[in-house]
């Protein structure tokens, strides 16, 4: 069983930046594929930000690209996702999730963290 506990979450203007953190426990962290996927109010979640156990393919939706970063950190057992040059479209709750392949998700989901860039 894989738990999964996501920090870093807030209030940020519009253009700001958040950081947030994702860690994991129960697994063997270092062969789980990671990923972030986001939901905002009446609409469906969608996929974010994935990256392999093996480190060398990270992928973003279009939406993100240029502007979030996901990493991981094997010795902490945590993925992070940095989110630069926020947009208000980018509010929502953005949820971890361990397993993430194909933009599709794994089965493993956090309790959400919510993001939202207002003035």
């Known amino acids: 069983q894989v738990q999964l506990v996501e920090s870093g979450g807030g209030l940020v203007q519009p253009g700001g930046s958040l950081r947030l953190s994702c860690t994991a426990s129960g697994t063997i962290f270092s062969f789980l594929n990671m990923g972030w996927f986001r939901q905002a109010p009446g609409k469906e979640r969608e996929f974010v930000a994935a990256i392999s156990w093996k480190v060398t393919r990270p992928y973003y939706a279009d939406f993100v690209k240029g502007r979030f970063t996901i990493s991981r950190d094997n010795a902490k057992n945590t993925v992070y996702l940095q989110m630069n040059s926020l947009k208000p479209e980018d509010t929502a709750v953005y949820y971890c999730?361990?397993?993430?392949?194909?933009?599709?998700?794994?089965?493993?989901w956090g309790q959400g963290t919510q993001v939202t860039v207002s003035s």
């Open positions: 999730n361990g397993g993430t392949t194909d933009y599709r998700p794994g089965q493993s």
